[in-house]
């Protein structure tokens, strides 16, 4: 199933990837973490070395029954590896991108990408004893940092708590075990809602609850906290690490979840900060395939408007950096802040993120 890692190790170092230059990444290998989570791992074409934050995403660009689909996934890779990224990816029933990527992304298939980017990292905060939950796939940016601290690290201080609902789901079970077992600094534990089937299990059993925190981390206060999950877990979570009385200004989680808020919008109130042109009144949208029409309040984006009138478009963030909502302009101009989610040229090309543009005046979109 796997192709073999051309490394550049053995030649000339590559150039790095340059986000919003560099675009294309090819399968080179495809290994199963679970029954259901594989993960796939890429290399750059041309050959490139990979600079990121650990625990960043990169926006997949996929063409799926003739449509152009964009999901991001949160790199599972260490930039201390530079030569490779990798995406850990499950199964989910009835989802698009996930089922297509097990059934479909093979080596020596290319695809098309965004980023990486994302502020989720250990890296922007100052360096302290670490806490790591995560739930689920949510595991990906937290092996990433745990693989890079891990790398790098002599005087590691992490302790690292994964839920997930059996022992079979536990993803890099044996990896995490490894480190463990490798950095005297780095402790890790799991807690599962059931030990079937898997009756021989000698972990934790049920839930992350304070008594059980407590117990694998007595000194969970003293430590920056990461965490990474299902919405409900990191809600959860808040609430536990709250009424426990900790300093939530160390806490830091992954802020938006992709999937999620696709299914959910984030209706934004209309706001006008500046005394700009843009300020003076808002516009009318109009989606030539839908045959939509909506309008924008004054400092309001394309995508708040569309939202808060009923109009459901694809997206993701909300914040210009997955791409998600990318739509061609046809007509009218805008004001865009994105976050490195559109590429220059199609910026030139007449392609604009409706969650981060506001109209300057009426405007035409294709879709
Ligand atoms: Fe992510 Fe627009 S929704 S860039």
Redesign the pocket.
Known sequence: MNAPIHSAIFTEPAPYWQPGVDDTLECVAVHDETHDVRTFTFRAVPARRFAYLPGQFITLELEIDGETVNRCYTLSSTPTRPDTVTITVKRVPGGQVSNWLHDNMKPGQHVSVLGPSGEFSYASAPVRPYLFLSAGSGITPLMSMSRALADLGPQLDIAFVHSARTPADLIFRHELVQIARMRPGFRQAAIVQSRHPEPEWHGLEGFLDLAALERLVPDFRQRAVYCCGPAPYMSAVRKLLTDAGYDMALYHEESFNFAELAASPVVEEAGCQAETAECEGGFEVRFAKLGDVITTAPGQTV?AAAQQQGLRLP????????????TKLLEGKVDMK?GG?IRQREIDQGWI????SIPLTPLVLDR
């Open positions: 995508l997206s993701s963030c909300s914040q210009g950096v997955c791409g998600t909502c990318k994105h989610g993120l409706p969650c981060c």
